[in-house]
Structure formats: structure tokens, C-alpha cells
């Protein structure tokens, strides 16, 4: 089946790194809330906690050397290996998924691509993915193997699986066995494992895929269904041109990637933060139920009392030396320390925040009243925007993120342009609802400052050329190790600047013939050729394959005939097509119900 490259790394839990900073300390003098902690899965916990060696920080020595083995070009990439694979090899890919797959089959007889889609799968927003990844690929497959796909030449049919969405909608199993579906769960992020049968045909995700090649073998991790991924694959196959998305920024290129020249700022000059922003979102739900966001009364407004009270009792600890016992904002850090286990990876993020704002804040304090100096927190995470009431809607505007930031933990902040992150000196692309940033790690590569990319289950295709400690510093899916990482770029800024010089190359490349061929070639060209000549055709000739379908409850829901990049029509009127459909439909329904 398909041969693949690196195994799978995941975070781990350091309470040593926890120990070590002033904030947490000051937990190990007071009895956690057990509140919430029979909510937490301990073998989710133990996950994170393996293989920690896979993102501890290597020695000076061993970092140079893996500098110098790669050029601008990063990771090579090995060529697709695919298996011979039938229709009924597609087919038998349906029990696998639960939503967001499906079937393409191009059938001669009309000269036309066909996607179908099983009756017995839900129907979901996320749907519109798999139907724009679909058109780029029917598309696509027209101009690059136009042999293929020539009716006058008496091509057969061909078949291929295909899904979308932030992560793969994979079947865990019937509602009424939690067992399964925590066994299958916990397969999916261990990546130890094939978790699907090995066997499989071909599936080209187009957006996030699993990290390990032992969970699903055969799925290709395909470009995303964005403007900036997809579109600019398919615009190189129709016209052999880069897209204006990995271009400099200027006026010609609006859109494109920011880099040092574009705001005129070096290393030295960067402020030395860990910078994020972004939306407030799930993170791999289905995989992690568990992880949730926080509840302002439970978590902490109920505590406050409490902590504070317990803050000014003894044994000393150095927060207490350092804060007014009566400070709220204190109280309320370290209220939200006591769940960290319990949050999505962004909230984390918010709390490593408040916890090197308290820091700054004191630092601050100490200096002489006559002093300019200005402390700068070294953590800068914070949301800018995030759903309410449908709409993507800044923090500022939203009760429960105010409640948060009155407290002291800084939930809420401004929105950032490529042009501002810019001049930060380290960034971390933490990941959304698929586990990863669609956009950002590509986005962040370039800037003039340092990734720290965040290391989860899941991945991008992009990810396959990136290469830690030569492009980015790993962090750990729980984002324990973020301090540990920060402090050491900081004590190596010669190393920390090489690496971000590595990947600035790398995303420039992107931006030239030369490279953005070869990236072509690796995760477009090269995989969708492998799959389209693994395919064993039928011997049944027209629309034979059409008994298939009806047999497995498939049914055909758009064609396209591929000449044109939109020229696809659809064959059922009871779904929606497009986001903006599905925005329409879902609040024609609210004001149905008001």
C-alpha cells in the first residue's frame, strides 16, 4: 500500500516543567479540585505522557548537524506506492466512515465525473468540503491525464475514495457500545497500530490526515480544500502558475506571505513573545470528548474565595511572597492552572498567558519607579475571535471572554495581520478542530521569527517537508513544554535564528518554479497518478458500475465534466453545496423555531 515516512510523536505531561515556573508552584501547597477529574480519561493523560523523548530539545551539536543536511527545499518526499485496487476494494472503504466521503467514479459512456454519496451517512456543514475538494479533483484529473479521461480512446471507468474535513469523519463504532468506541478512540491517537484494515484502497483526505501511517495506511494526506492549499495545486496544473498566496505580500499580492523584507524588522529587533492569535474552537472532539472549555463559575468564580484564603495560610510559597494576598487576578490563575488537564489546547494557551502576565507584573513592579523599561510577558496567546450566534464574532464583543479578562486571565485580544505577528519573535500555530492550522504553520513559516509548531496526532500535507529543530521547534500536544522551549530559544539565538532562517527558505521556495514544481509533483501529481493507474477497471463496459451503487445505497448527488473548474452541476436538491447555502439553511431554521 502507500509507504510512508516518520512515525507519529504526541505531547507528553512534565510536571518537572510545571514545577519550574514561579505561578504553578505555588499548586503543589494547595489540594487540587477533584471536581472535574473523574471527567478526564487517565489513559487519554497516559497518551500524552509517552514518548517524550520524541520533542525533547537535542544538543547544540546534533541540531547543527541536522541544519546542514537539508537544503530550501526541505523533507524529500518518496514516491506514492499504491496497490492494485477494484471498484468493490472502493466500496468496501463505506463501513470505515461515518460522514464526509465519498465515491468518485468517472464514467466513459457520458465523459463525465460523478460523486456519490451513501445514503446511510449524515449529511453535515462540513460536507461542502468534500464537494469543492471533489470539483478541483475532477478538474485536475482532466488536464493532468487527458489520455486517461478520452472517450474516443475507449478508456474504461475509474473509481476513487475521497473525503474531506478538518479531520476524517472515521466510524468509532455503534453508539451503544462504549467500549468500541473508546477502544477505536483510543487507536486513533495512540498511533501504535493499524486501526483500519490495512488492506484498504486508496482515500485522498483533503484537509487534516493522521499523523502515523500505522492508523490508516492508506490514506494520502491531500492539499486542503482552501484558496491558498487546493486551488493554488490546481491553478499550477491548468496554467503553471504560482499562486499569488505564496508570493510576497505587496500590492500585486495582497494576500500573499509576509516576510523580514516586507516589514523592515530583524531577529534583534523582534519582541521576544510567543504570539498567537485566533478563534475559539473544539479540538479533535471526537477523538478527546473530554477536553472542553472552560466554565467561568465552575471553574473559577466558585474557587476564589477559597484559593485566596489559602494563598495567605502557610507554608510560604514564592507566589505568596511576591503577591498581595487579597489579588484576585492571582486567585483566578491559579484556579485555572487546577483544570489545564481538562482544556483544549488553545485554553491552555490563555493560561500560560495569565501565568507570564503575573510574572510581568511583578517584574515590573520591582524595577525603579524612575525606569523606562517595559517587562514584556513572554506569552502572548490570547482569542481574537470566535462563534456566537453563528457568526465569527470578535471577543470583545462577547460576555463570557469579558468575565474571563476581568479577572485577570486574558481570554480576549486584538486581531493581528500578518503584518504585526510579524514582529514577534516566536509563534505557534496551535491546533483547531482537525488538530492542526490550515493556514497558519504556512503563514508563520515565513515570518522572521521562530515556529514553535504544536505537535499533535494529526498533520498536513505541508508537514511532510517540515522537519523539527531544522524548521520548526516541536511543542507538545499539551503544551507543557512551552516555557522550557521559550527559554531555551532564548539562550540560543544564533541556533533558534538559523531554524527560522530554514523555514523562511523553505516557504519561499513555494514562491519559485522550481520549487513549487517540486511540490507539485510530491502531494498532487505523483499521488493522484499512482491512484488513477492502481485502478483496476471492470469488465462490465458502459455504466456497469452503476448496479454497485444502487447495491451499496450510493447515490450520485453532482457531476462534473472537469473542462472548466466549475463546470459541475448538482443531481439532488436536499442537501446544500456550498457554506454559504448551509449559513442560509441553518437560519432560515432558527427563525423557524423562534
Known amino acids: 500500500m502507500i509507504r510512508r515516512r516518520r512515525r507519529s510523536t504526541f505531547a507528553v505531561m512534565s510536571l518537572a516543567v ?98 456519490h454519496y451513501s445514503n446511510n451517512m449524515r449529511w453535515k456543514g462540513g460536507c461542502h468540503k468534500l464537494v469543492g475538494s471533489f470539483q478541483t479533483l475532477a478538474h485536475s484529473l482532466r488536464i493532468m491525464f487527458p489520455e486517461r479521461f478520452a ?8 473509481a476513487l475514495a475521497i473525503a474531506s474535513g478538518d479531520y476524517p469523519e472515521v466510524n468509532l463504532g455503534s453508539a451503544s457500545s462504549f467500549a468500541t468506541i473508546r477502544r477505536n478512540r483510543n487507536c486513533f491517537i495512540e498511533g501504535t497500530s493499524a486501526c483500519v484494515p490495512s488492506d484498504l ?51 500585486y499580492s495582497p494576500r500573499g506571505l509576509v516576510f523580514e523584507e516586507t516589514v523592515g524588522v530583524g531577529w534583534d529587533d523582534l519582541i521576544p513573545s510567543v504570539v498567537w492569535r485566533g478563534t475559539d474552537f473544539s479540538y479533535l472532539h471526537r477523538f478527546y470528548p473530554r477536553l472542553r472549555q472552560p466554565d467561568f463559575e ?14 495567605s495560610q502557610p507554608p510560604a510559597t514564592h507566589l505568596t511572597t511576591i503577591m498581595p494576598h487579597d489579588n484576585v487576578k492571582v486567585a483566578a490563575t491559579l484556579a485555572m492552572r487546577e483544570v489545564y488537564d481538562q482544556l483544549i489546547p488553545r485554553w491552555r494557551s ?34 481574537a475571535s470566535a462563534m456566537h450566534a453563528g457568526f465569527k ?31 514577534y519573535k516566536y509563534h505557534i500555530d496551535i491546533g483547531g478542530g482537525g488538530g492542526t ?34 524548521h520548526y521547534v516541536p511543542i507538545k500536544e499539551d503544551l507543557s513544554d512551552l516555557k522550557e522551549k521559550f527559554d531555551w530559544a532564548e539562550s540560543h539565538p544564533e541556533l533558534a535564528k538559523q531554524i527560522s532562517d530554514n523555514a523562511t527558505r523553505l516557504v519561499k521556495s513555494l514562491g519559485t518554479q522550481e520549487g513549487f514544481s517540486i511540490m507539485f509533483d510530491e502531494f498532487y501529481e505523483s499521488p493522484l497518478r499512482a491512484v488513477v493507474e492502481a485502478f483496476q477497471p471492470s469488465n462490465r463496459r458502459d455504466s456497469g458500475w452503476l448496479d454497485a451503487m444502487v447495491d451499496n445505497d450510493l447515490r450520485p448527488i453532482m457531476q462534473c465534466s ?33
Not at 472517450?151 to 475509474?158: F, I, K, M, N, R
Open 437 to 470: 492550522t490550515w493556514s497558519g504553520t504556512l503563514e508563520k513559516l515565513g515570518l522572521p521569527g521562530l515556529l514553535f509548531h504544536h505537535e499533535t496526532p494529526m498533520k498536513d500535507y505541508l508537514h511532510d517537508k517540515m522537519v523539527k529543530w531544522v
Open 298 to 311: 465552575m471553574d473559577v468564580g466558585s474557587k476564589l474565595e477559597m484559593l485566596r484564603s489559602k494563598l
Open 562 to 594: 472537469g473542462y472548466y473548474s466549475h463546470d459541475c452541476e448538482g443531481l439532488v436538491k436536499d442537501v446544500t453545496f456550498t457554506r454559504k447555502a448551509q449559513h442560509a439553511r441553518d437560519f432560515e431554521r432558527s427563525e423557524r423555531r423562534q
Open 151 to 158: 472517450t474516443a480512446s475507449g478508456q474504461p471507468e475509474l
Open 18 to 115: 510545571l514545577a519550574a515556573i514561579c505561578l504553578p508552584a505555588a499548586l503543589f501547597h494547595l489540594k487540587r479540585s477533584d471536581t472535574h477529574d473523574a471527567s478526564i480519561s487517565h489513559r487519554h493523560l497516559s497518551i500524552l505522557a509517552q514518548r517524550k523523548d520524541d520533542q525533547n530539545i537535542p544538543n547544540d551539536k546534533d541540531i547543527l548537524s541536522l541544519l546542514k543536511a537539508f537544503d530550501e527545499n526541505g523533507a524529500p518526499i518518496p514516491p506514492t506506492q499504491i496497490s492494485p485496487y477494484t471498484l468493490d476494494d472502493v466500496i468496501s472503504v463505506l463501513p470505515t466512515f461515518e460522514a464526509v466521503f465519498g465515491v468518485v467514479i468517472y464514467d466513459p459512456s457520458t465523459d463525465k465525473f460523478i460523486l
Open 201 to 251: 484502497a486508496p482515500v485522498l483526505q483533503f484537509g487534516s490526515a493522521f499523523k502515523s501511517p500505522k492508523i490508516f495506511p492508506s490514506m494520502i494526506a491531500m492539499p486542503m480544500p482552501q484558496n491558498n492549499h487546493v486551488a493554488c495545486f490546481e491553478t499550477y496544473a491548468a496554467h503553471q502558475e504560482i499562486c499569488r498566496m505564496h508570493l510576497p505580500r505587496d500590492k
Open 350 to 383: 490563555v493560561i500560560w498567558t495569565a501565568e507570564a502576565e503575573r510574572e510581568a507584573e511583578e517584574k515590573q513592579k520591582a524595577l525603579p519607579k524612575d525606569s523606562k523599561d517595559v517587562v514584556v510577558p513572554w506569552a502572548n496567546m490570547k482569542f
Open 393 to 423: 464574532t470578535p471577543t470583545s464583543k462577547i460576555p463570557y471572554y469579558q468575565e474571563f479578562e476581568e479577572h485577570g486571565i486574558p481570554a480576549g485580544g486584538e486581531g493581528m495581520s500578518l503584518e504585526t505577528l510579524a514582529r
